[in-house]
Protein backbone atom coordinates (compact mmCIF):
# COMPACT_ATOMS: atom_id res chain seq x y z
CA UNK A 1 0.00 0.00 0.00
CA UNK A 2 1.34 3.55 -0.80
CA UNK A 3 0.80 4.63 2.67
CA UNK A 4 3.49 1.94 4.36
CA UNK A 5 6.11 4.33 5.52
CA UNK A 6 8.90 3.50 3.08
CA UNK A 7 6.75 3.23 0.30
CA UNK A 8 5.14 6.71 1.32
CA UNK A 9 8.36 8.78 1.97
CA UNK A 10 9.57 7.35 -1.34
CA UNK A 11 7.15 8.74 -3.16
CA UNK A 12 6.37 12.32 -1.12
CA UNK A 13 10.71 12.61 -2.00
CA UNK A 14 9.72 12.12 -5.76
CA UNK A 15 6.85 14.51 -5.65
CA UNK A 16 8.81 16.99 -3.93
CA UNK A 17 11.87 16.61 -6.39
CA UNK A 18 9.79 16.47 -9.46
CA UNK A 19 8.07 19.86 -8.48
CA UNK A 20 11.17 21.42 -7.52
CA UNK A 21 12.27 20.82 -11.04
CA UNK A 22 9.54 21.83 -12.64
CA UNK A 23 9.23 24.81 -10.30
CA UNK A 24 12.90 26.00 -11.23
CA UNK A 25 12.81 24.96 -14.60
CA UNK A 26 10.05 26.91 -15.24
CA UNK A 27 10.47 30.24 -13.03
CA UNK A 28 13.94 30.14 -14.47
CA UNK A 29 12.51 30.77 -17.58
CA UNK A 30 10.09 33.14 -15.84
CA UNK A 31 12.07 35.33 -14.43
CA UNK A 32 15.12 35.54 -17.04
CA UNK A 33 13.20 34.53 -20.07
CA UNK A 34 16.72 31.29 -20.24
CA UNK A 35 15.99 29.21 -23.27
CA UNK A 36 18.97 26.56 -23.05
CA UNK A 37 21.06 25.95 -25.95
CA UNK A 38 20.05 22.60 -27.45
CA UNK A 39 22.06 21.45 -30.80
CA UNK A 40 21.10 20.26 -33.76
CA UNK A 41 17.34 20.00 -35.41
CA UNK A 42 15.98 19.99 -31.63
CA UNK A 43 17.21 23.67 -31.18
CA UNK A 44 15.37 24.88 -34.37
CA UNK A 45 12.47 23.13 -33.08
CA UNK A 46 12.70 24.86 -29.54
CA UNK A 47 12.95 27.85 -31.46
CA UNK A 48 10.13 27.39 -33.47
CA UNK A 49 7.98 26.83 -30.41
CA UNK A 50 9.11 30.11 -28.93
CA UNK A 51 8.42 32.02 -32.00
CA UNK A 52 4.70 30.86 -31.61
CA UNK A 53 4.70 30.96 -27.83
CA UNK A 54 4.20 27.35 -27.17
CA UNK A 55 7.62 27.32 -25.28
CA UNK A 56 7.12 30.42 -22.83
CA UNK A 57 3.43 28.40 -22.39
CA UNK A 58 4.89 25.16 -21.26
CA UNK A 59 6.97 27.26 -19.06
CA UNK A 60 4.53 28.70 -17.24
CA UNK A 61 2.45 25.74 -17.00
CA UNK A 62 5.86 24.18 -15.07
CA UNK A 63 5.82 26.49 -13.06
CA UNK A 64 2.27 26.37 -11.51
CA UNK A 65 2.59 22.49 -12.01
CA UNK A 66 5.91 22.42 -9.72
CA UNK A 67 3.92 24.26 -6.91
CA UNK A 68 0.91 22.16 -7.16
CA UNK A 69 3.27 19.20 -6.80
CA UNK A 70 4.98 21.06 -3.65
CA UNK A 71 2.16 22.16 -2.17
CA UNK A 72 0.62 18.51 -2.51
CA UNK A 73 -2.72 20.00 -4.26
CA UNK A 74 -4.07 18.62 -6.78
CA UNK A 75 -1.03 16.58 -7.86
CA UNK A 76 -2.74 13.75 -9.89
CA UNK A 77 -4.27 16.97 -11.93
CA UNK A 78 -0.83 18.05 -12.68
CA UNK A 79 0.89 14.84 -12.94
CA UNK A 80 -1.66 14.01 -16.00
CA UNK A 81 -1.17 17.80 -17.46
CA UNK A 82 2.31 17.70 -17.77
CA UNK A 83 2.39 13.82 -19.29
CA UNK A 84 1.90 15.41 -22.80
CA UNK A 85 4.86 17.85 -22.09
CA UNK A 86 6.31 14.45 -20.32
CA UNK A 87 6.86 12.80 -23.24
CA UNK A 88 7.86 15.56 -25.59
CA UNK A 89 10.42 16.56 -23.82
CA UNK A 90 11.73 12.46 -23.60
CA UNK A 91 11.46 12.22 -27.20
CA UNK A 92 13.26 15.03 -27.96
CA UNK A 93 16.13 14.81 -25.61
CA UNK A 94 16.39 10.94 -25.98
CA UNK A 95 16.28 10.35 -29.79
CA UNK A 96 16.34 13.78 -31.83
CA UNK A 97 19.35 15.40 -29.30
CA UNK A 98 21.01 12.67 -27.54
CA UNK A 99 23.43 14.23 -26.39
CA UNK A 100 25.00 13.16 -22.61
CA UNK A 101 22.88 16.16 -20.99
CA UNK A 102 19.80 15.78 -22.57
CA UNK A 103 20.59 11.60 -22.64
CA UNK A 104 20.19 11.65 -18.77
CA UNK A 105 17.12 14.83 -18.54
CA UNK A 106 14.65 13.09 -21.04
CA UNK A 107 14.45 9.47 -19.52
CA UNK A 108 14.52 11.50 -15.46
CA UNK A 109 11.75 13.04 -16.40
CA UNK A 110 9.74 10.66 -17.91
CA UNK A 111 10.84 8.09 -14.78
CA UNK A 112 10.04 11.22 -12.55
CA UNK A 113 6.12 11.67 -14.45
CA UNK A 114 6.00 7.43 -15.08
CA UNK A 115 6.40 6.55 -11.37
CA UNK A 116 4.32 9.74 -9.82
CA UNK A 117 1.31 8.62 -11.89
CA UNK A 118 1.84 5.16 -11.53
CA UNK A 119 1.75 5.59 -7.40
CA UNK A 120 -1.36 7.82 -7.67
CA UNK A 121 -3.14 5.65 -10.41
CA UNK A 122 -5.76 4.26 -7.95
CA UNK A 123 -7.49 7.21 -8.33
CA UNK A 124 -8.41 6.54 -11.91
CA UNK A 125 -9.88 3.09 -11.09
CA UNK A 126 -13.15 4.70 -13.14
CA UNK A 127 -11.17 5.05 -16.04
CA UNK A 128 -10.87 1.33 -16.29
CA UNK A 129 -14.25 0.27 -15.39
CA UNK A 130 -16.24 -1.13 -18.49
CA UNK A 131 -18.80 0.38 -17.74
CA UNK A 132 -20.22 3.61 -15.72
CA UNK A 133 -23.02 5.43 -14.28
CA UNK A 134 -23.09 9.48 -14.95
CA UNK A 135 -21.77 11.34 -12.13
CA UNK A 136 -21.62 14.82 -11.84
CA UNK A 137 -18.27 16.32 -11.10
CA UNK A 138 -19.49 17.23 -7.88
CA UNK A 139 -20.74 13.90 -6.54
CA UNK A 140 -17.42 13.17 -6.97
CA UNK A 141 -16.82 11.80 -3.22
CA UNK A 142 -19.47 8.93 -4.27
CA UNK A 143 -16.59 7.43 -6.49
CA UNK A 144 -14.77 6.81 -4.06
CA UNK A 145 -17.43 4.66 -2.07
CA UNK A 146 -17.49 0.92 -3.48
CA UNK A 147 -21.51 1.12 -4.32
CA UNK A 148 -21.30 4.29 -5.47
CA UNK A 149 -23.70 3.21 -8.47
CA UNK A 150 -26.19 1.27 -6.29
CA UNK A 151 -26.66 5.10 -4.24
CA UNK A 152 -27.16 6.91 -7.03
CA UNK A 153 -29.85 4.26 -8.44
CA UNK A 154 -31.28 4.55 -5.13
CA UNK A 155 -31.12 8.26 -4.68
CA UNK A 156 -33.29 8.66 -8.41
CA UNK A 157 -35.84 6.09 -7.42
CA UNK A 158 -36.66 8.46 -4.37
Do not use: C
Not at 92 to 117: C, D, I, K, S, Y
Request: glycine share 8%; no cysteine.
Amino acid sequence: MANDTPTYYIITWIRIFFGAHLLFSGGRYILTGYVPEIPGIGGEWAAANTAIGVYQAIKYMEFFFGIMLLTNRFVLLALILEMPATVNIFWLNTFVVATPRQLFTGPQELFLNGVLLLAYSGYLGAALKPRLDPLWLWHSDRALKDNYAETIRAEGSK
